[in-house]
């Protein structure tokens, strides 16, 4: 059975708002790399409450998501996928079983997470930065820390508004 856009939005996923308190809407592409400074704070934004969300609720350990999670773009990239998997898997209109072919993306990202963190040795007080090759680093396209950080306690000086 085939659904437009609209009629998937105006349906509405009402368990979604309750669970993360975000309006309900098809999730867009998101694509960090390509994003400016504006759209990756808005970025943060929005995923860092559903990440603090996944790493209670299924009890992540620091070697997987570490608090400094934001500071890695390597997180960044997976979360928000897993995020944007997450959001299709939990609309109204999907088949029941959706929410199970999640967990299968999850079982896989959750893999990925744990590379990356196992590469960086970050902790709960501690930050390393990810090791990259320079040549392959564009100037123009990275965040500093202080833009990032600064980005982050935007969200959370919001985001307590808001709930």
Same mark, same amino acid.
């Given at each position: ?5 609209? *009629?998937? +939005? ?9 669970? +993360?308190?975000?309006?309900?809407? &098809? ?7 390509? *994003? ?8 943060? %934004? ?8 996944? @790493? ?31 959001? &299709? ?15 299968? @993306?999850?079982?896989?990202?959750? +893999? ?11 902790? @709960? ?18 965040? !500093?820390?202080?833009?990032? !950080?600064? %980005? ?12």
């Amino acid at each position: 059975m085939e659904h437009s856009n609209d *009629a998937m +939005t105006a349906s509405g996923m009402s368990e979604l708002k309750e669970a +993360t308190g975000e309006e309900a809407e &098809i999730p867009a592409l998101v694509c960090f790399a390509r *994003a400016d400074y504006v759209e990756r704070a808005s970025i943060l %934004a929005e995923l860092a409450p559903w990440v603090a969300w996944l @790493v209670h609720d299924y009890a992540l350990p620091v070697k997987t998501v570490p608090p400094c999670w934001y500071r890695h773009e390597a997180y960044i990239h997976e979360l928000s996928a897993l995020r944007g998997a997450w959001l &299709i898997n939990h609309l109204d209109e999907q088949v029941a079983s959706a929410p199970s072919d999640w967990h299968q @993306v999850f079982h896989q990202t959750r +893999t990925r997470l744990a590379e990356i963190g196992s590469e960086l040795r970050c902790g @709960v007080e501690e930050h390393h930065p990810m090791r990259k090759q320079e040549w392959s680093r564009p100037n123009s396209a990275q965040l !500093t820390d202080e833009q990032i !950080t600064s %980005a982050v306690a935007e969200f959370i000086q919001c985001g307590n508004k808001r709930l």
